[in-house]
């Protein structure tokens, strides 16, 4: 069962990596699984929030979003992928047919994605917390999220299920504290004359 898992795991990384191949998404993904590319977004976000809500709120709000990052990332990174060991595809050496790297390979290990993890996280947050004012637009950093984490495996560095891995950790995280925020928020609100 695990080994047709993986098999199914590795020819879906095939297909992404190779069989999606064209100039224009060889621009766009290697391009959006950098971060600063995204620190516009990033900005207006803390912009958005500071100018929305109370000192208190905004600092509450940006540390459980600090946090959240911090424990989806050092979950992965630290703890996840040193548990499984799982190369990432662009170590594979015997692999067919070879993977085309598109950034630079890196000296980690592959399961969970930190990339999948940290954005899911932060979209998990945003929507926990301001889900209600998205309304729609919610979906869009779900969109958001799938897009950085699919350039991994369009990349060479992970496998899909790296990426489900990651995802799932990332949901875990952000929603718990984002959940765990919005209420420590609610008591702010309550608590004030």
Known sequence: MIEALLQWDTALMHWINYNWSHPLLDFLFPLSRNKYFWLPLYVLCVSWIIYNHHVRHVFMILLFMG???????TISSQLIKYHFKRPRPCHVMNMEPPVIERARCGNGYSFTSSHAANHFCIAAFFISIFGKYMRKWKY??????????????????????????????????????????????????????
């Open 67 to 73: 946090l959240s990052i911090f424990a989806a990332d």
């Open 140 to 193: 869009l950093w779900w969109f958001w999220a799938l897009i950085i984490s699919i350039a991994q495996v369009y990349v060479g560095l992970h496998y899909p299920l790296d990426i489900f891995g990651g995802a799932l950790l990332g949901l875990i995280v952000g929603t718990s504290m984002g959940v765990f925020c919005k209420h420590r928020v609610d008591a702010i609100n309550i608590a004030r004359p």
